[in-house]
């Protein structure tokens, strides 16, 4: 078959496109169905975050599982997209904010106070009038245990910005949740909006520090992030560090905090507490 995309621009499709259509099309069902009555199978995993100059802990970052019994464990990459795409994308964070509660209910004292404990929210749930009620008893959870709530928000979406949104992010700013740009560098920021923009911390997408190892060595990038970080006053932190080197690296280039297989991988919480106690 056929499909005409865009104006005069074909595309064929092949068997195997359609196979793949039709296993996303079971995926979105199962998920829709999952999210209303199995929570059992969501769960939240959390990634340390670190500071690079002295190697201490300096938070977490909540990442959401979705494991189905037939499907098996399905990538956020994945779930998220559908979710966004089915308009269920607050259910997905109804169950983060459900398994994150539970999780902060048991040993959370066994890790230092003054940690961040980011969250990743998509953008186009910002102006969702029911996010707020959503995330106020998971702040203050976090704060009850000494820690700061962080927004993560992936840049790539960040673009179409409206002043409803733009007034969320300030709000977040005033009930001192610290709000992070993700994956900078993949998007389409420029520099006059980053400066309008109530944020406090770059999240380095992990393609850059890919770059700095390796065959290509190359810090360029990461350099002028850094440097525009500097200017603007912002916290840069680099995701998916993977070897001694790219760490190195990091550390000579006065990168702030990290995070990274290297370092840790996301655990479930009582793992991660182990981490911490042991
Ligand atoms: P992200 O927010 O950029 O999260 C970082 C991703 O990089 C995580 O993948 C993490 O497991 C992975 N990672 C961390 N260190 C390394 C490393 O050293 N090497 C490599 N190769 N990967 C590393 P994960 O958990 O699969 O999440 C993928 C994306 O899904 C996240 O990217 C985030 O955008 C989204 N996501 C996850 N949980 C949620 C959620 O609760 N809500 C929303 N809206 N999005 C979520
Ligand atoms: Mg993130
Ligand atoms: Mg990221
Ligand atoms: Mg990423």
């Given at each position: 078959t056929a499909k005409m995309v865009g104006r005069a621009c074909y595309r064929i499709y092949s068997a195997a496109d359609t196979e793949r259509g039709r296993h996303r099309q079971r995926l979105s069902e199962a998920l829709i169905a999952s999210l209303k009555t199995a929570p059992g199978e969501f769960s939240v995993v959390y990634q340390p975050q670190y500071h690079l100059a002295t190697g201490k802990v300096a938070g977490l970052e909540a990442l959401l599982r979705w494991n189905h019994p037939e499907f098996g464990p399905v990538s956020p990459g994945d779930f998220v997209a559908i979710a966004e795409q089915r308009s269920h994308i607050h259910e997905l964070t109804e169950h983060?904010?459900?398994?994150?509660?539970?999780?902060?209910?048991?040993?959370?004292?066994?890790?230092?106070?003054?940690?961040?404990?980011?969250?990743?929210?998509?953008?186009?749930?910002?102006?969702?009038?029911?996010?707020?009620?959503?995330?106020?008893?998971?702040?203050?959870?976090?704060?009850?245990?000494?820690?700061?709530?962080?927004?993560e928000i992936t840049e790539t979406h960040l673009m179409n910005l409206s002043r409803q949104c733009l007034n969320r992010l300030r709000e977040f700013g005033e009930q001192g949740v610290v709000v992070a740009i993700d994956d900078f560098g993949t998007g389409y920021s420029s520099l006059a909006y980053l400066h309008?923009?109530?944020?406090?911390?770059?999240?380095?997408?992990?393609?850059?520090?890919?770059?700095?190892?390796?065959?290509?060595?190359?810090?360029?990038i990461v350099s002028a992030i850094l440097g525009i970080a500097e200017a603007l006053d912002l916290e840069v932190v680099a995701e998916g560090i993977e070897t001694e080197d790219q760490h190195n690296r990091?550390?000579?280039?006065?990168?702030?905090?990290?995070?990274?297989?290297?370092?840790?991988r996301p655990a479930p919480w009582q793992e991660l507490i182990s981490l911490f106690i042991d």
């Open positions: 983060l904010v459900r398994c994150v509660l539970s999780d902060l209910s048991t040993h959370a004292d066994k890790l230092p106070k003054g940690l961040g404990l980011a969250i990743n929210i998509s953008a186009r749930q910002i102006t969702d009038s029911r996010l707020e009620a959503l995330l106020a008893p998971l702040f203050e959870r976090i704060r009850s245990v000494g820690w700061v709530p962080e927004v309008a923009l109530p944020v406090q911390v770059l999240k380095i997408d992990r393609q850059f520090i890919w770059r700095l190892g390796g065959k290509s060595r190359d810090p360029r990091l550390r000579e280039l006065k990168c702030h905090r990290g995070q990274g297989f290297l370092m840790a």
